[in-house]
């Protein structure tokens, strides 16, 4: 039963067992699809529960995922177009004039770890980049963060063009002064308060 | 055995050390100055860079922080209201930067120019703050390209203490000098005070670096301060904070003096901890008040002034946590020597929210400090030998003269806080500590009343704002 020892290695951030465990399966014949789902992301299921519930903390959490994406490397190769690589595309970044990054980063790999591509623009982001990277890795959900007072309304003009631009992709803000209302007023299809709300509301956009 | 409980024991060999590691990163790391017009000042000086990373040599920093002043002078409008930073006296200004106000029922709402307004008359009629903030609240009701312009002109129309000059980018920190000219005319006296933040780890942002540049050239004094959030933007350790923080205050100081020698500054240094269960920002600790202890040696030791952080609590109501944080970050740096603190009324959660009752009670907090860093009188009056031998075991201190002279200044008379016995506590109409700020609240408003100025002075700075925002 060693699917579960490769969920039990990413609980316990042990990414050097969790590539070891994630070989030796895939090399002795174990269905590729157990490793993944019952492995791999069940356990980020579990991690992230851990994380919302206070029990376990950032570094940990980002430790796991980081174990989770080392397992999934290995198994990349061997993935059919069938097989489901991804739960979802979501282009993610620091609007334009902003340079915070701690946000943005803590919600990109905590997506990842739910089993998102994630898209990272980084920080000062154009309301362009986010549109034309959207479309050409037809992402379902583009994620927008935002630290300061004064770069919120680049947040409105992200959102603006991405609508002028016809797209379908759903758009989703989040950062300290932003609110629920903000969110409302420039028309975004969501905004959560911290990291693990921003995964439960991508997940609940793609169902 | 002698118990030391000092935070840090003023040994020059740790202070040695910070620096010396400090000057390690600057050579090795560099700091990042995304500033073309930044990066030509270094290149044109001859300082090695790459890419926008600029590396300092030891001789740099010795020779920036030996022309900084030990203390300066900014002028109010009213003269008798001018500030001395560094000479000894502890400065205080209000919040600085919140977009939020959160109300006595708990909700939370943005912030308006009207909230701006209150809190510049709330300033105004303050015995405890010195100086106006250039952000109080960020008002949501106006342009954001042009919201500094009506937080000056509000300022400095409601207020006549000294000003903070903008740093929300290039443009806004030209604006402040402009309208500030029109009150002193053109002066390299300093008229103003500007906080600059780096952006950590090891970098500036390109609107903090321009506005330092134009402060420095124009000789107004600047904050230069970094902070990191410690396990996320910096080591989790208050070691290694103070030595990546320290880095690029140093720094940015010295492109403050290799554009104008002279020009001076305030060392700003902190570091907070990160909430691990979110990675959200906490200020407000023990570990917040042992960087303002530590920073406040590492100034002296550069024989410059310091800034620290002010009221910070990460609750969001007048209740035991606000109170008891707040009284920790001011007390600590009130006790180590600060020269100047920022958000010394009216902050809540992560410094995310400004509330007017807390301002008020902030305010008993900030003058009680005031109170205890006043040193005590031992001359032969205040001794009052004659009056002991006379008095004996019999004495009532209460019927003499040397009471009575003393007897409305001699001790800190709080404003909020009760000191009623219990029946009397148990009467009042308003018991609880918001409700009663609230009361002192209104009172303070509708008793205020606006400073004197010129009225030809107010129609041109008005006159300014309105053209800047092509009204």
Redesign the interface.
């Known amino acids: 039963m060693t699917v579960k020892e490769i969920f039990d290695a990413v609980l316990a951030f042990d990414e050097a067992t969790v590539t070891g465990k994630t070989q030796a399966e895939l090399d002795g014949g174990t269905d590729i699809d157990a490793i993944l789902n019952d492995g791999l992301i069940s356990a980020m299921d579990e991690v992230g529960e851990r994380?919302s519930s206070?029990e376990?903390?950032?570094?940990e959490m980002l430790m796991a995922a980081q174990a989770m994406k080392a397992g999934l490397a290995i198994l990349k190769p061997h993935l059919s177009a069938g097989q489901s690589q991804s739960k979802g595309v979501v282009v993610i970044g620091t609007v334009k004039g902003d340079?915070?990054d701690?946000?943005k980063n803590?919600v990109s790999m905590m997506m990842e770890g739910a089993g998102f591509e994630v898209v990272d623009l980084g920080v000062d982001v154009e309301s362009e980049a986010f549109v034309k990277t959207a479309a050409e890795k037809n992402a379902q959900v583009i994620a927008l963060s935002a630290l300061l007072?004064?770069t919120?309304?680049s947040m409105e003009s992200t959102v603006k063009a991405v609508k002028e631009a016809g797209m379908a992709t759903r758009t989703i803000i989040g950062g300290?002064?932003v609110?629920q209302a903000f969110a409302d007023q420039i028309g975004a299809d969501g905004y959560s308060a911290?990291?693990p709300g921003a995964v439960k509301l991508v997940k609940e956009l793609v169902a | 055995m002698m118990i030391n409980r000092a935070i840090i024991n003023f040994d020059k060999s740790i202070l040695d050390q910070i620096h010396n590691r400090s000057l390690e990163l600057l050579q090795d790391c560099g700091i990042r100055f995304p500033s073309e017009k930044a990066l030509e000042v270094f290149r044109s000086k001859g300082f090695r860079a790459n890419g926008q990373t600029v590396y300092f040599e030891e001789k740099a920093i010795i020779d920036a922080l030996g022309t900084v002043p030990a203390q300066f002078t900014i002028k109010a409008r009213n003269p008798e209201k001018s500030i001395c930073i560094g000479g000894g006296d502890y400065m205080m200004a209000p919040g600085y930067g919140p977009p939020f106000i959160i109300e006595t029922t708990g909700e939370k709402r943005d912030a308006t120019l009207e909230d701006v307004h209150k809190f510049c008359k709330l300033v105004q009629t303050s015995k405890c703050l010195d100086f106006n903030s250039s952000i109080v609240v960020q008002p949501n009701d106006v342009p954001t390209e042009t919201a500094h312009l009506d937080i000056l002109l509000g300022t400095i129309l409601l207020t006549d203490k000294p000003l903070m000059g903008s740093t929300s980018s290039e443009v806004a920190a030209l604006d402040s000098l402009r309208l500030a000219e029109k009150i002193w005319g053109n002066t390299n006296d300093p008229v103003m005070i500007s906080l600059v933040d780096s952006l950590s780890p090891l970098q500036y942002a390109d609107e903090s670096v321009e506005s330092l540049m134009v402060y420095a050239k124009a000789g107004q004094p600047v904050v230069v301060h970094s902070a990191c959030s410690l396990g996320t933007t910096g080591p989790i350790t208050i070691a290694g904070s103070l030595v990546i923080s320290n880095a690029t205050t140093l720094a940015g100081i010295c492109l403050s003096q290799l554009l104008n020698p002279g020009t001076p500054i305030v060392y700003g240094l902190g570091g907070s901890p990160t909430e691990m269960r979110t990675g959200g920002y906490v200020n407000a600790s023990p570990e917040d008040a042992k960087h303002t202890a530590i920073v406040t040696a590492l100034a002296r030791y550069y024989g410059i002034p310091c800034r620290s952080q002010g009221a910070l609590t990460e609750s969001f109501c007048l209740d035991y946590q606000a109170g008891m944080e707040s009284a920790m970050m001011m007390t600590t740096a009130a006790l180590s020597g600060v020269d100047v603190s920022l958000h010394t009324c009216g902050t809540y959660g992560s410094m995310l929210a400004m509330s007017f009752e807390k301002f008020i009670a902030d305010e008993d907090l900030c003058g009680s400090l005031k109170k205890l860093i006043k040193p005590v009188e031992f001359s032969e009056e205040a001794f009052a030998m004659d009056l002991i031998k006379e008095l004996g075991t019999s004495g009532n201190y209460l019927m003499q003269n040397h009471t009575m002279k003393r007897c409305r200044t001699a001790f800190f008379e709080p404003v909020l806080s009760t000191r009623a016995i219990h029946i009397k506590w148990q009467q009042m109409e308003l018991r609880e500590m918001d409700k009663r700020a609230g009361k002192i609240l209104a009172d303070r408003l509708s008793s205020y009343e606006k400073p004197d100025i010129d009225p030809m002075l107010e129609r041109d700075l008005v006159r300014y704002v309105e053209q800047r925002k092509g009204v």
């Open positions: 994380f206070g376990l903390f950032v570094p340079l915070h701690i946000g803590l007072t004064t919120m309304p300290a002064p609110t911290d990291a």
